[in-house]
C-alpha cells in the first residue's frame, strides 16, 4: 500500500465512520487462535512423544512403571551414608546416591564460599602481589574446563601420592589420618555419653542469637542504642558449646587409623574421588564467588561511605550498616546460582565414579535395571526440584530485600 | 609595595625527597604499608613459590623436546632414558599425536575439507567480531545461514538420501522423487492457507505469497545441496573428534540457540499467558537440569521418543541435547537485553504505528542484542567449557581424544596424563580467556553510559 491510497481510505473512514476491523486483526481473537494453535501442537507433539516411546518399549517388550524401584541392586557401592548391601532395593541406591551428591555439595559450597570471599576480597586488596596473584588465580580457575580440572586431580595429582602402604602422615603418627593414593584415611570421630549436651547446645546458641539480633535490633530502631551483638552470638553460639564440652569431659575421641603390612585400617576412609571431585568443585566455583564478591563490593557507590562518614557513623558501623547490607544485596542472587551450579556439577561425578546421583542412579542402575525413562525421569525431577526451591528462596530473598523506592 | 623581592630566575628543580620515589618507596606503599599488608604479602609470595616454580620446571625445564617414542619420557627405573626422580613434561607426545586431537580420526586424505571449514569459520568469525570492520550484514548472513549448509556439506560429504518431507510418511512409499513431490504439495498447501488468510482477512495477498515461496526456494537450494552428489566421499561421524568436534558442537550449540532463544525470550515477555506459561516451563527445565542428564537423555531416550526406523547418529543426539540446553540459557541472556531497553522505546514504536513483527524486527531487537553480546559471549565460552561433557556418552572430543590417546602404547609412561591434560588446560584456558577479554572488551565499548 502506498502513502496515496492510505490518505484516501483515512478520508473514506471518516466519512463512513469507524472502520469495522476484519475479525483477524483483533488482537484478541489473534492471540487466542495462536495460543489454541500452539495448545494442539504441542498436544500432538507430547502425544506422539509418549505413542512413539510406548510402542518402542513394547517392541523391546518392556513396560513402564515404578514397580522396579522395589528390586534389590544387586550391585555394591563404595561410599554409603546410610545401611546399603547388594540386597538393597533400587530406591535405596537413589537414596545413597541423593546423600552423597547433598554430601559433595554442601561441603563444596563451604568451601567455595570461604576460598571465594577470600579471594574476592584480595582481587579488592591495595596490596599489588596479592590482588595480581587473585587476579591470575581466577582466570586460570574458571577459563578451564571443570571436567578437565576434576581430572587433573584424580588422575594426575592424586596419582603422584605415595602408594597405600608408604602413606603420607606416618611423621605424624596418623594423628592426622594417613593420605596415599587409595584417599584419605581420616580419624574417625567417636560420640562419646555426653556428646548430645553440647549439640543440644549449640542449637539452642543458634535460636537464642535470632531472638537476641532481632531484639537488639528493634531496641536500636526504638531507642538509637546499640548492642554488642556480635559478641553475644558468638559466646552462644561458640562459647557455651565449648563451656558445656569441657565440663561434660570432652566426650568425643578419634579412633585413629593403624598402619599394617597392606595399608592403614581402621579410621575413617574418604575416597579418592571424593577428594578430588570436592577439590575441583570448590576451587572452581570460588573463581566465580570471587567475581561476585567483587562485583557486589564495587558496586557499592564510594558517595556511601563518604555520606556515612558524614553522618558520623565510624568505620566499623559505616561497614556493617551501610555497605555490607547493600553489598550483599548484589552478591545473594549470583551467589546462590553459583551454589547451585556447584551441586548440579557434581554430577560431573559420573567421570570418576564417585558414587553420587548420577553415577549410581543414572549409571549403574539405569544399566542394571534397563529402565531408562523411569530412572531419567526420577533424575531430572530431582534436580529440578532443588532448582526450584532454591528460586523459589531466591524470589522471596529478593522480594524481601528489595529497594523500596518512592 | 615598591622594594618587595621579586625573584628573576627560575629556582633549579630539587629532587624529590627520599623515600617517596624509586622502587624501594614503591615497595613500601604497595606491598609492605601495614603489618598486615606485610604478612600478606609474604603469604602470597610463598603461594606463589609452591606453585609457580614447580610448574615452570614441569612445563619448560625438565620436560622433554624431541623423542620417538616413550623411552625419551620415562625414567630408567620405567625402562627409559631420563635419571630417576626426573619428573617434565613431554611434549613429543603432544607433537606425535597432534592430528589426532584437532581432526580425530578423520581420513588424512580427506583432512582438507575440515581445513576449509575451519579456515572459513575463523575469517567469518573475525569479521563479526571486529567491529570496525565492514560488511557485517552480509557477513551475518553468512555465517548464520551459508556457513553451516556448506560445512556440514564439507564434514560430512552431503549426498544426503532423502525420502520424505512433512506429508509423504502418510501416503507415499519413500523415495527421492516421492520427496520432491511431497515437497511441491507441502509449498503449494501452505501456499494456499496463505491465499486463504489474507483473502479472508481483506488484505493484499502477495506478500504472504512471497514470504511462503521465498521460505520455500531456500529450501529447495539447501536441500538441493546437502543432496547432491558432490563426489565428496562420506565421512561417518565416529571418526570425527578432537578439536573438532568441541568445535561442531559448540558452534552448532550456539548458532541454533539464538534464534530458538530469541524465541523464547520473546515468548516470555509476551502477553498472552500460555506463550509465557510455555516458555517459562521449557526455560526452567532446562536451566533446572544439568547438562549430564540432558546428554543421558538424548543418547539413551531420545532414540525411543522418535518412531521405529527413525535414527540419529550419536553426535546429532548430542548436538540435539546442547542446542535444547543452551537455548534455554540464550533465553535469559537476552531477555535480560529486552528488559533493560526503557519502556519509551517500546511507546515509541507502537506510537510509529509499527505492528509487534516490525517493532521487535526494527527497534527493540537490534539494540537489545547488541547490548547482550559480552552475555552471548560469556554463554558461549560456557557453552564451550561445558562441551567436554560429551566424552561421558562415548564421544570424542578435544578433551576426551586426549584421554584416549593415553591407551596407546607407544608414548605409555606416568607423565604422559600430566603432559595430555597440561595441554588440553593451556589450549582451553587460551579460547576462553582470549573470548573473556573480548567479551570485557565489548563491554566497555558498548557502555554509552546512557543507559538509566
Not at chain 1, 537414596?95 to 551428591?101: F, K, P, R, S
Not at chain 1, 581430572?151 to 608408604?166: A, C, D, N, Q, T
Not at chain 1, 564467588?289 to 566499623?316: D, F, M, Y
Not at chain 2, 606491598?31 to 606463589?48: I, M, Q
Request: charged fraction near 10%.
Amino acid at each position: 500500500m502506498t502513502v496515496d491510497t492510505d490518505g484516501v481510505n483515512a478520508v473514506d473512514q471518516m466519512e463512513k465512520g469507524p472502520q469495522k476491523t476484519a475479525f483477524f486483526n483483533n488482537p484478541k481473537i489473534r492471540s487466542s487462535v495462536i495460543q489454541v494453535l500452539l495448545i494442539g501442537i504441542l498436544i500432538y507433539g507430547v502425544w506422539s512423544l509418549i505413542s512413539n516411546t510406548a510402542a518402542n518399549l513394547s517392541a523391546q517388550s518392556k513396560s513402564f512403571g515404578f514397580g522396579f524401584l522395589d528390586n534389590a541392586s544387586g550391585f555394591d557401592v563404595s561410599q554409603s551414608l546410610i545401611e546399603y548391601s547388594r540386597a538393597s532395593s533400587f530406591w535405596t541406591v537413589y537414596q545413597v546416591g541423593l546423600l552423597n551428591t547433598l554430601l559433595v555439595a554442601i561441603t563444596g559450597i563451604i568451601l567455595a564460599t570461604l576460598v571465594g570471599f577470600s579471594i574476592g576480597i584480595a582481587r579488592l586488596s591495595s596490596n599489588w602481589i596479592v590482588s595480581r596473584a587473585a587476579y591470575w588465580y581466577v582466570e586460570a580457575l574458571r577459563n578451564i574446563p571443570l571436567l578437565l580440572w576434576i581430572f587433573i586431580f584424580y588422575f594426575g595429582v592424586l596419582r603422584l601420592l605415595p602408594s597405600k602402604r608408604e602413606p603420607l602422615g606416618t611423621s605424624l603418627d596418623g594423628a592426622l589420618g594417613y593420605l596415599s593414593i587409595g584417599g584419605w584415611i581420616a580419624p574417625k570421630p567417636v560420640a562419646g555419653d555426653m556428646l548430645w549436651l553440647t549439640g543440644l547446645a549449640v542449637l539452642f546458641g543458634i535460636v537464642a542469637s535470632f531472638i537476641v539480633s532481632s531484639w537488639a535490633k528493634k531496641r536500636q530502631m526504638r531507642t538509637g542504642q546499640q548492642f554488642p551483638t556480635l559478641y553475644v552470638i558468638l559466646g552462644l553460639i561458640i562459647g557455651l558449646p565449648a563451656a558445656l564440652f569441657i565440663v561434660t569431659g570432652l566426650p568425643l575421641s578419634f579412633e585413629y587409623p593403624e598402619i599394617g603390612r597392606f595399608g592403614a585400617r581402621g579410621g575413617m576412609p574418604v575416597l579418592p574421588e571424593f577428594i578430588a571431585l570436592l577439590t575441583a568443585l570448590s576451587i572452581y566455583t570460588s573463581a566465580f564467588i570471587a567475581e561476585i564478591v567483587r562485583a557486589g563490593i564495587l558496586a557499592i557507590n564510594k558517595g556511601q561511605t563518604e555520606a556515612s562518614h558524614a553522618l558520623g557513623l565510624r568505620p566499623g558501623p559505616t561497614l556493617n550498616l551501610v555497605i555490607i547490607p547493600q553489598a550483599l544485596r548484589v552478591i545473594i542472587p549470583p551467589l546462590t546460582n553459583q551454589f547451585l551450579n556447584l551441586t548440579k556439577n557434581s554430577s560431573l561425578a559420573v567421570a570418576i565414579a564417585y558414587p553420587e546421583l548420577v553415577s549410581i542412579f543414572a549409571g549403574t542402575a539405569l544399566n542394571q535395571s534397563g529402565r531408562e525413562v523411569e530412572i531419567i525421569m526420577i533424575t531430572m525431577a530431582t534436580y529440578l526440584t532443588l532448582s526450584l526451591l532454591t528460586s523459589t528462596f531466591m524470589n522471596w530473598y529478593n522480594n524481601r530485600m528489595a529497594l523500596i523506592e518512592r | 609595595m615598591a622594594n618587595g623581592f621579586v625573584r628573576k630566575e627560575m629556582l633549579a628543580q630539587m629532587p624529590a625527597p627520599a623515600g617517596t620515589k624509586g622502587p624501594l618507596h614503591w615497595l613500601k606503599t604497595n606491598l609492605f604499608s601495614t603489618p598486615l599488608n606485610s604478612a600478606a604479602t609474604l603469604v602470597a609470595l610463598y603461594a606463589l613459590y609452591c606453585i609457580v616454580p614447580p610448574f615452570i620446571d614441569f612445563a619448560l625445564i625438565s620436560a622433554v623436546w624431541s623423542g620417538e617414542s616413550r623411552e625419551a619420557c620415562a625414567t630408567i627405573k620405567q625402562g627409559g632414558i631420563k635419571p630417576d626422580g626426573w619428573f617434565g613434561a613431554c611434549w613429543p607426545y603432544v607433537g606425535a599425536n597432534l592430528k589426532l586431537f584437532i581432526y580425530g580420526r578423520y581420513p588424512v586424505d580427506e583432512l582438507w575439507r575440515v581445513n576449509i571449514v575451519y579456515i572459513m569459520f575463523a575469517i567469518s568469525a573475525l569479521g563479526l567480531l571486529i567491529p570496525t570492520l565492514p560488511f557485517k550484514r552480509q557477513n551475518v548472513f553468512f555465517m548464520f545461514g551459508i556457513f553451516p549448509v556448506v560445512a556440514f556439506i564439507l564434514l560430512t560429504g552431503g549426498h544426503l538420501e532423502l525420502n520424505g518431507f512433512l506429508i509423504a510418511v502418510f501416503f507415499m512409499e519413500p523415495s527421492y522423487s516421492a520427496f520432491w513431490i511431497d515437497f511441491a504439495v507441502t509449498t503449494l498447501f501452505f501456499a494456499a492457507i496463505a491465499y486463504l488468510l489474507a483473502k479472508g482477512t481483506d488484505s493484499d495477498p502477495i506478500p504472504n505469497l512471497r514470504a511462503v515461496f521465498g521460505v520455500a526456494i531456500i529450501l529447495v537450494a539447501v536441500l538441493l545441496a546437502v543432496s547432491a552428489p558432490l563426489g565428496l566421499e562420506h565421512v561417518e561421524t565416529e571418526v570425527w573428534g578432537g578439536l573438532l568436534v568441541t568445535l561442531v558442537i559448540a558452534v552448532t550449540g550456539i548458532v541454533a540457540s539464538l534464534p530458538i532463544g530469541i524465541l523464547l525470550a520473546l515468548g516470555r515477555r509476551s502477553n498472552m499467558p500460555i506463550v509465557k506459561l510455555i516458555c517459562v516451563i521449557f526455560i526452567e527445565f532446562w536451566r533446572g537440569v544439568p547438562l549430564i542428564t540432558v546428554l543421558f537423555m538424548s543418547s539413551v531416550m531420545l532414540p525411543l521418543f522418535l518412531p521405529e526406523g527413525v535414527d540419529f547418529d550419536k553426535l546429532l543426539r548430542a548436538l540435539i541435547g546442547v542446542a535444547l540446553f543452551s537455548s534455554a540459557y540464550m533465553a535469559e541472556v537476552i531477555r535480560g537485553g529486552i528488559q533493560a531497553l526503557p519502556k519509551g522505546q517500546y511507546e515509541g514504536a507502537m506510537a510509529l504505528g509499527l505492528n509487534y513483527r516490525q517493532m521487535m524486527q526494527m527497534v527493540i531487537l537490534p539494540q537489545a542484542l547488541k547490548l547482550v553480546i559480552p552475555g552471548i559471549v560469556n554463554t558461549f565460552i560456557g557453552l564451550f567449557k561445558d562441551t567436554t561433557l560429551v566424552l561421558i556418552i562415548g564421544l570424542f572430543d578435544f578433551l576426551g581424544q586426549i584421554q584416549s590417546s593415553y591407551s596407546d602404547p607407544t608414548w605409555a609412561s606416568p607423565v604422559q596424563s600430566m603432559t595430555g591434560y597440561l595441554f588440553a588446560a593451556l589450549v582451553y584456558w587460551f579460547f576462553c580467556f582470549s573470548m573473556a577479554r573480548y567479551s570485557m572488551y565489548m563491554e566497555r565499548r558498548l557502555d554509552t553510559g546512557h543507559r538509566s
